[in-house]
């Protein structure tokens, strides 16, 4: 059966949009592309001297489980080059489940809802763009409260177009 996911997807490494478009193209191998929001430039977080990322997100209708998809999510990563040297450094390719139908998952490996979501503005900002009444099924409030509940501070606006 068919579920609806919400991923994320950044780059702050080599032509930034390049990468996320690659990236999109690639997801289109485990379920259909449904929606993509505009590019966001954003600053970085937690570990900030670093580049500055573009960020997106996407609706993804997936027949896999949430195993199977951060399985196939990682290969596109590792395929794109992403190597996991620092963690939350600089990066080709990052690609995050966000939320997958209204599933709960906590595994050693996997945890949907993302478990920051709700605290990231560079995540919020265009998951709303494409699913502003998306319900967190925790937090029991849609992507548009959350965004609308963050405090002041990260920037993030929409990229140029090109």
Known sequence: MPCLAYLSLGSNVGDR??????AI???????????????????PVEVTQQPWFLNCA?????????SQLMRGILEIE???GR????KKGPRTIDIDILLFGDEIVSTTDLTVPHPAMAERRFVLEPLAEIADQVRH???KKTAGELLQNLPAGQIVHKAQTS
């Open 137 to 139: 099924p925790v937090l």
């Open 25 to 43: 193209d690639r997801l289109k191998t485990l379920g259909q592309v449904l929606s993509v929001s505009s590019f966001y430039e954003t600053e």
């Open 83 to 86: 190597l996991r040297v620092q």
């Open 78 to 80: 590792r395929e794109m």
């Open 58 to 66: 996407i609706a993804l209708e997936t027949a896999q489980s949430p």
């Open 17 to 22: 949009r390049k990468n996320l478009r690659e």
